[in-house]
């Protein structure tokens, strides 16, 4: 049985519980038609890889669903999905008559917070979605918007990298250092610290970089050279070439320096492109064997010829 699975039951303690202390209600196991089952308005998991969620499919219509989904009992008698979607999407289209379920009793804040657990414990979680899932745990523990919380990290950060100020005293705040420190040591993903250094820049990363890693098609690190090209075609002409014949780190960085360089080569100026059209064109016509063009063009190279003097002067 999964660390999630065993999570689910009251067998083990929940996650939730270590971090953020004990949920009142025991789990309940039981079996749930689909239609008793609705979907959360707020769901953390947004990209489901379609070839795992194949993969998915095939294991459930072979040996059915090994972890229950858990859910909460709703007002009307039904449940609401906390964690398991994946799971959930996949019965609907094996189009399963009944599901196991864990029923446990929870707060709209609670079942959020254990679906963004369930979420992070995913091995194949793409770095969008787990920094992001962690940015919202860490909201909720600080009691703070999304948008805040990178400011109090990066503050948190700062006054850990001083350590002390003038006097000797120590700056930090304890309470929120402490909710932070707490957070990341019952995850066990990253330190707190390297989340701050390595990624939160990630969020910053434009729209349609962010989207290749959330679908899985391109590494973080590969991502954010290629975020470096500021020029929107430009950019994405290279992040799907980078995909489709799949460059290596090495190769991007040598992209990004061809680019650079003929970025700062001067381009033609279109004065200089046209004349050297007209040159190859008249090398090209018969205007040496009517005698009024070469009359008329007698007369334009002397114009030029004179032309070419002054700026010479």
């Given amino acids: 049985m999964s660390k999630s699975a065993q ?6 303690k929940n996650p939730l519980d270590s971090i953020f202390g004990e949920i009142a209600a025991p789990a309940k196991e039981a079996t749930a038609t689909l239609d008793q089952i609705t979907l959360p308005q707020t769901q953390p998991r947004r990209y489901f890889d379609p070839q795992a969620q194949e993969q998915l499919v095939a294991s459930i219509r072979q040996h059915g669903i090994l972890q229950p989904l858990l859910v909460r009992p709703r007002a009307d008698g039904n449940y609401e999905l906390v964690a398991g979607e994946r799971r959930y999407r996949a019965a609907v289209e094996l189009s399963l008559e009944t599901v196991p379920i864990v029923e446990r009793e929870l707060t709209d804040n609670e079942a959020f917070q254990l ?6 414990q995913r091995e194949n979680l793409n770095p969008v979605e787990e920094t992001e899932g962690i940015l919202h745990l860490l909201a909720l523990q600080l009691d703070l918007s999304i948008q805040e ?4 990290l ?11 100020d003038d006097s000797g005293h120590n700056v930090m705040p304890n309470s929120e250092l402490g909710k932070v420190e707490t957070l990341f040591d019952q995850l066990g993903l990253m330190t707190w610290q390297s989340f701050v250094k390595n990624r939160l820049p990630l969020l910053n990363l434009p729209e349609d970089v962010l989207e290749t ?5 391109i590494a973080y690190t590969k991502a954010k050279e290629i975020a470096r090209i ?5 950019r994405k002409k290279v992040l799907k070439r980078a995909i489709a014949e799949e460059w290596s780190l090495n190769q991007i960085r040598d992209h990004l320096k061809t680019l650079q360089t003929n970025s700062e ?3 033609q100026s279109p004065l200089k492109q046209q004349f050297d059209a007209v040159y190859r064109k008249a090398k090209k016509v018969k205007i040496w064997e009517n005698p009024d063009s070469q009359k008329r063009l007698q007369e334009l190279l002397t114009e030029i010829e004179t032309l070419l003097a002054k700026v010479e002067a």
């Fill in 149 to 152: 919380t990178p400011s109090l």
């Fill in 7 to 12: 999570a689910y039951g009251g067998k083990i």
């Fill in 154 to 164: 990066y503050r948190l950060k700062h006054l850990s990298e001083r350590e002390s």
């Fill in 230 to 234: 500021k020029v929107v075609q430009t």
């Fill in 213 to 217: 890693i959330r679908k899985g098609q």
């Fill in 115 to 120: 679906a963004l657990i369930e979420n992070l």
């Fill in 265 to 267: 080569q001067p381009s």
